[in-house]
């Protein structure tokens, strides 16, 4: 699977298959099982669930990448990246005798309709709201009938990123009643962090405090209609646009960047701003 340079007496994919059989998913199940089929790709028939985590990590973010991009043509390529990730690891649990691809494509399509009983039965949802609290209600029935924990903030996968485990665990939370009466509460809040923060003597009562205030700044983020994670990328994307201008302009004046004082490096920066926003 590790990515190649093609070469002129490198078989290319339409010397093997049709433009309307390399169009199916069908086809990626072939081709994943052939590559891991005894005489394929020694690579590919290495790997396991566990050395595909970071693969499938990446391949998400770099989906994600594309969407903020706004190019569909990079969506197009990358969403076809996270699909070899599915069929990947159907065929190693197949294999294994886990469960089949069929499996997967069963409990999910079962899943689709079963939460949207508006759609395939004979249920009636007003708006969005209405199909989301549905969906929560459905949800919980599932996990009940499963023994699973009832709790908002059970079952929630611990290694999503930080920001991301808050938020989902706040809306959790707040759908359950758990929820300031509007956002002033959570404003309120974020000044007694700040003040609390500013009242530690140890390293320890720093980070404890450190970490309350970033949680509540998530919740600030989330009552703003955002979503914690997609800020911070787009500040730390606006962060290193506006470095690389202050950078480039320094080297314009022939300037030493890194020698200016923090004065001249400010001016720079409200350049740069204006330059690249």
């Given at each position: 699977?590790?990515?190649?340079?093609?070469?002129?007496?490198?078989?290319?994919?339409?010397?093997?298959?049709?433009?309307?059989?390399?169009?199916?998913?069908?086809?990626?199940?072939?081709?994943?099982?052939?590559?891991?089929?005894?005489?394929?790709?020694?690579?590919?028939?290495?790997?396991?669930?566990?050395?595909?985590?970071?693969?499938?990590?990446?391949?998400?973010?770099?989906?994600?990448?594309?969407?903020?991009?706004?190019?569909?043509?990079?969506?197009?390529?990358?969403?076809?990246?996270?699909?070899?990730?599915?069929?990947?690891?159907?065929?190693?649990?197949?294999?294994?005798?886990?469960?089949?691809?069929?499996?997967?494509?069963?409990?999910?399509?079962?899943?689709?309709?079963?939460?949207?009983?508006?759609?395939?039965?004979?249920?009636?949802?007003?708006?969005?709201?209405?199909?989301?609290?549905?969906?929560?209600?459905?949800?919980?029935?599932?996990?009940?009938e499963k023994g699973e924990s009832k709790?908002?903030?059970?079952?929630?996968?611990?290694?999503?990123?930080?920001?991301?485990?808050?938020?989902?665990?706040?809306?959790?939370?707040?759908?359950?009643?758990?929820?300031?009466?509007?956002?002033?509460?959570?404003?309120?809040?974020?000044?007694?962090?700040?003040?609390?923060?500013?009242?530690?003597?140890?390293?320890?009562?720093?980070?404890?405090?450190?970490?309350?205030?970033?949680?509540?700044?998530?919740?600030?983020?989330?009552?703003?209609?955002?979503?914690?994670?997609?800020?911070l990328r787009q500040a730390n994307q606006?962060?290193?646009?506006?470095?690389?201008?202050?950078?480039?302009l320094a080297s314009e004046q022939g300037?030493?960047?890194?020698?200016?004082?923090?004065?001249?490096?400010?001016?720079?920066?409200?350049?740069?701003?204006?330059?690249?926003?």
């Open positions: 699977m590790p990515q190649q340079d093609s070469s002129p007496d490198q078989a290319s994919p339409k010397d093997t298959f049709s433009d309307e059989e390399l169009g199916t998913f069908q086809t990626l199940v072939n081709i994943v099982a052939r590559l891991r089929a005894p005489g394929g790709c020694p690579w590919d028939r290495e790997q396991t669930h566990e050395s595909l985590k970071r693969h499938l990590l990446e391949e998400s973010y770099e989906v994600i990448e594309a969407i903020d991009q706004g190019n569909p043509a990079i969506l197009s390529e990358e969403l076809g990246d996270l699909m070899v990730q599915v069929a990947f690891h159907a065929d190693i649990a197949g294999e294994a005798g886990e469960f089949q691809l069929e499996d997967v494509l069963r409990q999910i399509n079962g899943k689709l309709v079963r939460r949207h009983p508006h759609v395939f039965a004979d249920e009636h949802a007003e708006d969005a709201r209405e199909v989301e609290q549905n969906w929560e209600q459905i949800k919980a029935q599932e996990r009940k709790s908002p903030v059970e079952g929630i996968p611990v290694d999503m990123p930080a920001l991301a485990y808050a938020q989902l665990m706040q809306d959790r939370v707040g759908k359950a009643g758990f929820e300031w009466d509007d956002i002033s509460g959570v404003l309120d809040k974020i000044v007694e962090e700040v003040t609390e923060l500013k009242a530690t003597t140890t390293p320890e009562e720093k980070v404890h405090e450190l970490g309350d205030l970033l949680f509540t700044m998530v919740n600030l983020t989330r009552w703003s209609g955002a979503h914690a994670e997609d800020v606006r962060f290193g646009k506006r470095y690389l201008s202050m950078e480039k300037l030493d960047f890194e020698a200016l004082p923090l004065d001249r490096k400010e001016e720079l920066w409200q350049e740069a701003k204006r330059l690249v926003g």
